[in-house]
């Protein structure tokens, strides 16, 4: 005789209905600070965005305080402000042609890009080390006040809507004047480091772990590194910064330079490599150097074509999965 057995309620185990009351309660309270952070980091994302644009009157330290219409080349922009600052026109173009004076010209003078001037939208100016930011306002209340700006601007003065995250802020070098100051160098100096600190580590911490791991797996030796390693990986940052210092920029006279950074970066970044790369090769099944062996392979070939490639996969980081077997 054939009976429905219908599913059992969660009473018949015991479940206490409060309970998951309870539980659903805490989990829906849990979403309040996550919705409240996320808007937290909105907010602050957006007061950064709209603190990054303003109204500036800035005084001209040489010429008229000109702008000049979108489309034209940096060299022609500068060109005409050095006219207009007296200049003749055999000596600007000299200081364009000359390798040196157009280097320091282009230090010294920054072209950028305004979304708005006194004579008009999109228009270029040529900001100098010796300009003075006379008034600075807020996005919207240099709105507000433009026209009133506009009317009171002085000799020299001109009247622009900043953006101060623009693609020049990205590209110019650092300078003593905020007007013509950017973080170029910093951004290139630290692709250098990193590239560099990369290709150090990364080839001596799989090196040593390949000797540790699959030539020097027993011994004194062994063991002695072993714990070194795992001691160094636990080291602080500012400890290897100062040895750093002591080492590569003093007693290797190499200065505060990109490669004295970069093996101070590669140095913090080996022991990590190597405990990495070690559990990844004892991940790898023995079964697969086994099998090798047996078919003939050498040591050099076992390694290097049946368990470095196996592992590698470990190797990546968030990698979890282990090496096929």
């Not at 003749?88 to 000359?98: K, N, R």
């Not at 590209?171 to 480091?193: K, N």
């Not at 580590?201 to 072993?226: C, S």
């Not at 790369?277 to 090798?292: G, N, Y």
């Amino acid at each position: 005789m054939n009976r429905t057995l219908s599913s059992p309620s969660p009473e018949a185990f015991g479940t206490d209905p409060w309970k998951t009351r309870i539980d659903r309660t805490f989990a829906r309270a849990l979403v309040l600070p996550l919705v409240l952070a996320i808007g937290l980091l909105v907010l602050l994302l957006g007061d950064t965005l709209y603190r990054s644009v303003s109204v500036q009157v800035v005084r001209a330290d040489e010429g008229p305080g000109r702008t000049y219409p979108f489309g034209l080349a940096a060299t022609e922009v500068l060109r005409q402000e050095l006219l207009a600052r007296g200049y003749t026109e055999e000596e600007a173009s000299y200081l364009l042609q000359d390798p040196t004076e157009r280097r320091v010209l282009f230090l010294q003078n920054r072209v950028e890009l305004m979304w708005n001037t006194q004579e008009g939208p999109f228009r270029y100016v040529v900001t100098g080390l010796g300009d003075e930011r006379v008034a600075d306002f807020s996005l919207l209340e240099g709105l507000r006040r433009w026209e009133e700006l506009k009317a009171g601007l002085g000799e020299g003065e001109r009247l622009v809507l900043n953006p101060w995250l623009d693609q020049s802020f990205l590209t110019r070098t650092p300078s003593r004047s905020p007007l013509t100051a950017g973080i170029g160098v910093a951004i290139w100096g630290t692709i250098w480091v990193l590239s560099l600190a990369l290709l150090i580590a990364i080839p001596v911490g799989i090196g040593t772990a390949i000797l540790l791991e699959e030539y020097l797996r027993e011994g004194t030796l062994n063991r002695i590194l072993e714990v070194n390693l795992r001691n160094l990986a636990g080291v602080p940052s500012i400890v290897y910064g100062l040895l750093g210092l002591a080492i590569f920029v003093r007693e290797m006279g190499l200065g505060p330079t990109i490669l004295s950074a970069a093996l101070t970066l590669g140095l913090l970044g080996i022991p990590v490599i190597v405990v990495t790369a070690r559990e990844s090769l004892r991940a790898v099944p023995e079964s697969l150097r086994q099998a090798a062996f047996a078919l003939g392979a050498t040591r050099r070939q076992v390694v290097f074509r049946v368990v470095v490639p196996a592992a590698c996969r470990g190797w990546s980081p968030g990698s979890s999965s282990p090496p096929p077997a």
